[in-house]
């Protein structure tokens, strides 16, 4: 069984600055790929950012030059760095990976609020 711990959300006012972590609890050596998901109220999940093993990180246009997918690999730790949060980024973030020959995992969810 693969879990993944979510944490780092919180209230924060426009133009700040938040990171999530997700520690997964195995290693990253057959992880194909691991990305966050956020979903708003009343709104369809939607992904934000994601990181392919041996490949570039791809971000939503909506994040794009304000939010950074990061890993750890000594700690089996994915990170997003949010800066210059705006309003409509208040969601509940998902972190997720793929693993080859196991399948998709998420976590639980760390719930963002964007609010002055």
């Known amino acids: 069984q693969v879990q993944l711990v979510e944490s780092g959300g919180g209230l924060v006012q426009p133009g700040g600055s938040l990171r999530l972590s997700c520690a997964v609890s195995r290693s990253f050596f057959d992880i194909r790929a691991m990305a966050w998901y956020r979903q708003a109220p009343g709104k369809e999940r939607e992904l934000v950012a994601r990181?392919?093993?041996?490949?570039?990180?791809d971000y939503a246009d909506s994040v794009k030059g304000r939010f950074t997918i990061s890993r750890d690999n000594a700690k089996n730790t994915v990170y997003l760095q949010m800066n210059i949060l705006k309003p409509e980024d208040t969601a509940v973030y998902y972190c997720h990976v793929l693993i080859s020959a196991l399948g998709s995992y998420w976590g639980q969810g760390t719930q963002v609020t964007v609010s002055s």
């Open positions: 990181v392919i093993s041996g490949g570039s990180p």
